[in-house]
């Protein structure tokens, strides 16, 4: 795992806040199965679904990528049958943009979703 630190604030007297790549990559994560409509992340962007992965494991399945000042993420999940991809990874987006924004005060540029698989099993 990339242990890059993001640099989010310095002030003279107080010190510095860095983030991890790995801690933006749980918020968005934890953000995204929260979303109904997802079954799971899938851990890694080569589409093995045999790895449907639960909470323990909320950084896999999300790539971080930090260019200056924005986050750019991609997200790699299983849907629930019978839901409109269209609807859930709108909302996905959506979800991940602001939990990030708001836990981290980072600038989110893109949410990038692979739709990876679809649950059939309920």
Not at 80 to 104: C, D, F, H, P, R
């Amino acid at each position: 795992m990339d242990r890059q630190l993001f640099k989010i604030h310095e002030a003279k007297d107080i010190g510095a806040v860095h983030i991890a790549d790995e801690v933006i990559a749980i918020i968005a994560g934890m953000a995204a199965t929260e979303v109904e409509g997802i079954a799971g992340m899938v851990g890694n962007f080569t589409g093995d679904l045999g790895e449907l992965l639960g909470r323990k494991n909320l950084s896999k399945g999300v790539n971080v990528i930090v260019n200056e000042d924005v986050v750019n993420l991609e997200i790699a999940c299983i849907v629930e049958y019978g839901i409109s991809l269209v609807e859930v990874t709108k909302n996905v987006q959506e979800k991940v943009k602001i939990a990030v924004e708001t836990m981290t005060g980072l600038e989110v540029n893109e949410v990038n979703i692979k739709v990876a698989g679809v649950d059939v099993e309920k």
